[in-house]
C-alpha cells in the first residue's frame, strides 16, 4: 500500500534548537498583544481565547472595548491559521525545523510591515483608526499562520500562545497533588517567559508603537540567522539518512 506525499508525518523528534526557538517565539507574544491590547484598542491578536472574551464584554455592552476590533483581528487570525495550515499539508514531510522556519519568515515579514506601517504614525503613540485595523490585521494574520504550524509540531506545553494548560500542568501534576512534575522546567519558562515579553513590551511603548514590534522582528530575524548557524537538527540528519 503507497501513500501519498500529504500522508506523510514530519519527523516527531524536537530538537534543542527547535525547543529554544519556541521559547522565543513565546517572548515574542508578550512583545505583540502588549502592543494590541494597550495601544490598538483593548484587542488580542494572539491570545484568541482573551480576544474572543472581549469580543462577546463588547457585543454586551461593556465600554472601552470594541466588537469591530476584536471581530476583525479573529477573521485575520483565521486566515492566517488557515494559510499555515495550507503550510502544513502542501509540507507535511518536512522536519520541524524546517516547518518552523517557514512559520517565522513568514511571521518576520508581516512584522516588519506593522513596524513600518507603525513608524508611519508620526506620533509615539497615537495612531488613526485606519492604521489600526491596519495593524491588528497584520499582527493577527502572523500569529494564526504560526499558531497552525506550532499546532503542528505539538511540542507540549509550548504553544507560544496559551498559558491556560501550562499553569494547569504545574499545579495539577505537582507534587502536591501527588504528581510527577513532568516537564516542569519547560512549563515554568513558557510562563516567564509570556511575563517577561509581555512586561517588555509595555515598558517598549514608551518610546512608541513600532518599538516593541521592531523589537519583536528583530528577535525573529536573529533567531532564524541562529537556526541556519546550527545546521539540520538531529531529525532531519536521521530522516535523510533512512
Sequence with gaps: ??????S???VAATSR????????????TGLIDAVSFISLGHVFTANMTGNIVLLGFAVGGATGLSAARSGVSLLAFMAGALFGG??????SGWTQMRLLKRAIVIEAVLLLMATIFAGSAGTKTEISPSLTYGLIILLALAMGARNAVVRKLAVPDLTTTVLTLTVTGIASDSSLAGGANPRWKSRVTAVI???????AGAMFLRYGVFVPLGAS???????????????PDDAQLRSERA
Design 86 to 91: 495550507m503550510i502544513n499539508v502542501r509540507h
Design 193 to 199: 517567559t509570556m511575563f517577561a515579553g509581555a512586561a
Design 17 to 28: 534548537t527547535t525547543m529554544i526557538a519556541l521559547i522565543a517565539l513565546t517572548f515574542s
Design 8 to 10: 506523510v508525518q514530519p
Design 1 to 6: 500500500m503507497t501513500t501519498t506525499p500529504h
Design 217 to 231: 522582528c528583530l528577535m525573529l530575524l536573529a533567531v532564524l540567522a541562529w537556526m541556519a548557524a546550527m545546521g
